[in-house]
């Protein structure tokens, strides 16, 4: 008010400024981005008895003990990976495993302190998991999606124990020692507030970053389509075109609990096809009925190399047979 007596007192219109003010207030607050509510946010209490524990097979050894109060003590040391990027609890059971799918090109200072990150991270949740880094070959734009179907595909031919899938790009660190990286019921969102978004969720169906979803679930819905090469678009149609379209219910932990770091890179350009892509295959016509339908069921590439390395599986693949 004092403001707006001030401007009275030179003859000036206040309106006009306050209008601009408040503009201003609304664009650089926090909560500019945020949602007001989510429908499908897993409260604390309920999180540890929403995940989807591997089968109990009789075992006499004790389970891994998991509760939050346990992740959130500061003091943790971690042990030593597998060879190829794999780890189970040395002194009990573990009840969830985990695969991790990194989709990889070129990224080498990311894919160090992603690793580095990690493995004690993951290990203080007292699962067992398995690190598998998918690499396109140079050649074509990058096709995240695309990857992922291959590292899900590689990742169940390598291991019997995969029933739970967490599809995460290499430039996000989760920040809160209560996200657990196993899987829900339903799929869930895991990176839904970045700190590149001021820590709030830009819209309801957001499904990209980091996703856990069951085996059964991702071959449900024929996985990520094949057909988005370079940034944008592919997210969407997996949470709109085929997770939501088949049924189920994107969740999500709350988000003090959902925060992620975003590693420094170089943002990768949007291609403009790809919103077309996306708008096709939600579409009733021939050609979106076909676009809906690719993905897992007619997955095209080859592998080039397979290598166990010092804390991950890393598989080569080339990408040239591809759908046009």
């Known amino acids: 008010m004092r403001y707006y007596k001030c401007l009275k007192d030179l003859g ?11 503009t201003l207030i609304v664009f650089i607050h926090p909560g500019r981005f945020s949602v007001s509510f989510d429908h499908h946010v897993i409260q604390e209490e309920d999180l540890i008895p929403s995940l989807v524990a591997l089968p ?18 500061p003091g943790f040391k971690s042990f030593p990976v597998e060879q190829g990027g794999g780890w189970n609890p040395p002194d009990c059971i573990p009840r969830f495993h985990s695969v991790l799918v ?88 895991m990176t839904s507030h970045l700190d590149k978004f001021r820590y709030n969720l830009p ?22 389509s094949n057909r988005f090469f370079g940034w944008g678009g592919e997210d969407d149609d997996l949470s709109q075109n085929r997770v939501l379209a088949s049924g189920y219910q994107i969740c999500r932990f709350p988000s003090d609990i959902n925060r992620y770091q975003m590693l420094s890179h170089r943002p990768a350009p949007r291609m403009a096809d790809n919103y077309r892509k996306f708008k096709a295959a939600g579409g009733s016509d021939h050609d979106g009925m076909i676009l809906s339908r690719d993905g897992l069921s007619d997955l095209m590439y080859t592998v080039l190399a397979r290598t166990r390395e010092e804390l991950y599986t890393k598989i080569l693949v080339d990408l040239s047979t591809s759908m046009q």
């Not at 219109?13 to 408040?22: D, K, M, R, S, T």
């Not at 109990?56 to 891994?64: F, H, I, L, N, Y």
């Not at 739970?164 to 019921?185: E, G």
């Open 102 to 189: 990194i989709p990889y090109r070129d990224r080498p200072e990311n894919l160090q302190q992603f690793l580095a990150f990690m493995h004690p991270f993951l290990q203080r949740q007292n699962l067992s998991y398995d690190i598998f880094v998918i690499e396109q070959a140079p050649g074509m734009a990058f096709n995240r999606a695309k990857l992922f179907n291959i590292g899900f595909r590689e990742a169940l031919k390598a291991t019997s124990e995969a029933y739970c899938f967490i599809f995460h790009d290499v430039d996000l660190l989760p920040m809160d020692r209560r996200n657990i990286y196993a899987c829900t019921r339903q799929p869930r969102h």
């Open 56 to 73: 109990d097979e009789g075992q006499v050894q004790s389970k891994c003990p998991l509760n939050l109060e346990h992740l959130a003590h």
């Open 12 to 22: 000036v219109n206040p309106w006009p400024y306050l209008g601009l003010g408040l």
């Open 203 to 224: 819209y309801p169906q957001l499904f990209g970053g980091g996703i856990a979803i069951l085996k059964d679930q991702f071959q449900a819905v024929n996985g990520f």
